[in-house]
């Protein structure tokens, strides 16, 4: 490696190119995401946020009493991923961010 810019320590040889870049990995429940987003970090050695471990991490002291609630803090989850992802992109970092993100007030149609 070069060492061309900070984020490039957290890249292996081969992806020191990730500089101020933000991979986004989407879909369905269940689908995989959270695995496939932990073992790219893992090769690629970037920082990674999953939104299940995101969210349990913000409202482990807070109720949530049904799936209203837990849709408005999932909107408050994915806030707040983009703003940590915003901080480390200054930085220089290269960073993952993982979920499932369906707009609030949304709703799913099969």
Same mark, same amino acid.
């Given at each position: 490696m070069n060492g061309a810019g900070r984020g490039s320590e957290y890249c292996e040889d081969g992806v020191e190119n990730m500089n101020k870049k933000i991979i986004?990995?989407?879909?369905?429940?269940?689908?995989?995401?959270?695995t496939f987003a932990l073992r790219l970090s893992k090769d690629i050695r970037v920082p990674? =946020? /999953?939104?299940?471990?995101? #969210?349990?991490?913000?409202?482990?002291?807070?109720?949530?009493?049904?799936?209203?609630?837990?849709?408005?803090?999932?909107?408050?989850?994915f806030d707040g991923m983009m703003y940590a992802a915003e901080r480390l992109i200054e930085m220089d970092c290269p960073v993952i961010i993982e979920g499932? =993100? /369906?707009?609030?007030?949304? #709703?799913?149609i099969d």
């Open positions: 986004i990995i989407e879909g369905y429940l269940a689908s995989g995401k959270s990674c =946020f /999953v939104k299940y471990t995101f #969210k349990i991490a913000l409202c482990s002291n807070i109720s949530i009493p049904d799936k209203r609630e837990s849709s408005r803090f999932s909107t408050i989850t499932n =993100f /369906v707009p609030f007030g949304v #709703k799913k």
